[in-house]
């Protein structure tokens, strides 16, 4: 099937809105066109004593999918967001505390048993010509709704103010058959035409049903976890595929997430209210002694100096 609407390596309209629910100690609602994750954050709380850690947070993440019960995919999940989420949120600043994470799917579009699924998604059919082919049967939703839920689960962190090493943003690529390998010609090469794949950003519903293999990358951003170029810090890959087109999908990813990062920012700053780089803050060394020439300035920094300790290497920020 064919894109009209957007370049097969362009994004859907994003939408994030934070602090939506008002007994949440963070939310946040982020979604990829009409696929929407909401996102709430408990905490830092009383833990039970049974999960409670003595050294750092105690991380408690459950989702809950648009229709029906959590199951053992939900479960997997939970697992795999927590490995995500756990090496970059700084839990030994919330010792003996709780962290209490929740997503809900909000909106997805639904095309439940509208065509069967395979475990492999790859299967071989007859042609009228006698050649065996290579036909795609799908790989069954949910890779845009797992980055959505990624993304929705590190901005209700940022709207509680949980301290972390830096941002998590995630993107979904699928490789579908491109439409010259659907058509069916009579030329030598169709054979070889057949096997052609593209990659399309962001799936839609139909695109992930007639794909060959799914992939959600989530890539981190910040001070020594990523820069401003982002590091991938997680696949979640269904499908065959080769290894080729594993990297192919990994290179437009990193740069869609570096898109998603920019338009994150921009929301923040909108809500928060934020303007450019706050100014640098002015670092004075404090020494040991006092000078004669000590305005009544500097005698109030001797004072805190001598409430402190007496390291020579000792700074003072001042705002």
């Not at 370049?7 to 979604?31: C, E, H, I, M, V």
């Not at 999960?51 to 999918?65: G, N, S």
């Not at 993107?171 to 070889?192: F, G, L, Y």
Request: net charge negative.
């Amino acid at each position: 099937m064919d894109r009209t609407d957007r370049a097969p390596t362009a994004l859907r309209p994003l939408a994030l809105s934070q602090g939506l629910l008002s007994r949440a100690d963070g939310s946040a609602q982020f979604a990829f066109g009409n696929v929407a994750v909401l996102a709430s954050l408990t905490g830092p709380a009383e833990v039970r004593i049974r999960d409670e850690l003595v050294d750092r947070a105690t991380l408690d993440i459950h989702l809950r999918p648009l229709r029906g019960q959590p199951g053992p995919a939900s479960r997997a999940a939970e697992s795999t967001l927590a490995a995500l989420l756990a090496p970059l949120i700084l839990l030994h600043l919330y010792p003996r505390a709780l962290l209490q994470l929740t997503l809900q799917t909000v909106s997805l579009p639904s095309t439940a048993f509208t065509s069967p699924l395979s475990t492999d998604p790859l299967s071989l059919d007859d042609d009228p010509k006698g050649k065996r082919k290579r036909k795609a049967r799908g790989t069954g939703l949910g890779a845009a709704e797992k980055a959505a839920r990624i993304n929705a689960a590190m901005m209700s962190l940022v709207d509680a103010g949980v301290q972390t090493r830096g941002v998590l943003v995630a993107v979904a690529v699928a490789i579908v058959p491109s439409p010259a390998a659907r058509d069916d010609d009579d030329d030598d090469d169709a054979e070889e035409e057949e096997e052609e794949e593209e990659l399309r950003l962001d799936p839609t519903q139909h695109e992930e049903l007639a794909s060959t293999s799914t992939h959600v990358f989530a890539f981190s951003f910040g001070q020594a976890v990523g820069g401003t170029e982002g590091t991938c810090v997680g696949v979640d890959s269904v499908g065959q595929f080769s290894q080729d087109q594993l990297f192919d999908a990994q290179d437009v990813a990193q740069k869609a997430a570096q898109t998603v990062l920019a338009f994150v920012r921009r929301s923040v700053e909108t809500k928060y209210g934020v303007e450019g780089k706050p100014p640098p803050a002015q670092v004075r060394a404090l020494e040991g002694g006092r000078g004669a020439d000590e305005d009544d300035d500097d005698e109030e920094v001797g004072e805190v100096e001598d409430e402190g300790s007496d390291d020579d290497d000792q700074v003072m920020i001042e705002a």
